[in-house]
């Protein structure tokens, strides 16, 4: 019986939370916040964008980021 509720999954970006404003604009917020060396990198913990495509484009930019700050760090010497 359909009761006029869609059935059809919620959209998911994994490990990040995803919101929809009051004006129609996507947001999505990382649930776990990005490590200090990401976070000095640039890596942006929430963000927005037009369209779940677009928003799926920038949440995967800010784990690139992050995952190559990480790389870098590790890679470093510390003395």
Partial sequence: MNDGRSTSPEPTIPGWRLILSDAGRLWASREKPFSLVAFHAGAER??????????????????????????????????
Avoid: Y
């Fill in 46 to 79: 929430t963000v927005d964008a037009d369209s779940l495509e677009a928003l799926r484009v920038e949440t995967e930019r800010q784990e690139t980021i992050a995952r190559q700050a990480q790389e870098q760090a590790a890679g470093r010497v510390v003395s």
